[in-house]
């Protein structure tokens, strides 16, 4: 089955980075698109950043800090996090769609990772 291992979150203080990734497996498909959507405490999920062949998208909030790219060979999708503020900290989980049969998409999900931003 399709697994996406998450890695690379942590405590950083403001103003510091950090590079997220996430590796999907099992999969006997391509992708349509990878992103990631995060959680922070008492707050609604939100989509991050996307990415497909030929789009970028990202939440107001994080644009001209996080870049989202993605690797296809080893089907992995990254988000270089800079300039990190106290309000990025989150859960944040990766997710990689296809696209089915009657047109709808469908989302597998990483375990989640923490990213905690705090003096």
């Known amino acids: 089955q399709v697994q996406l291992v998450e890695s690379g979150g942590g405590l950083v203080q403001p103003g510091g980075s950090l590079r997220l990734s996430c590796a999907a497996s099992g999969s006997r498909f391509s992708f349509s698109g990878m992103g990631w959507y995060r959680q922070g405490p008492g707050k609604e999920r939100e989509l991050v950043a996307r990415?497909?062949?030929?789009?970028?998208k990202y939440v107001d909030s994080v644009l001209g800090r996080f870049t989202i790219s993605r690797d296809n060979a080893k089907n992995t999708v990254f988000l270089q996090m800079n300039s990190l503020k106290p309000e990025d900290t989150a859960v944040y989980y990766c997710y990689a769609e296809r696209l089915l049969s009657d047109s709808t998409l469908y989302k597998y999900w990483g375990q989640g990772t923490q990213v905690t931003v705090s003096s």
């Open positions: 990415i497909t062949s030929g789009d970028t």
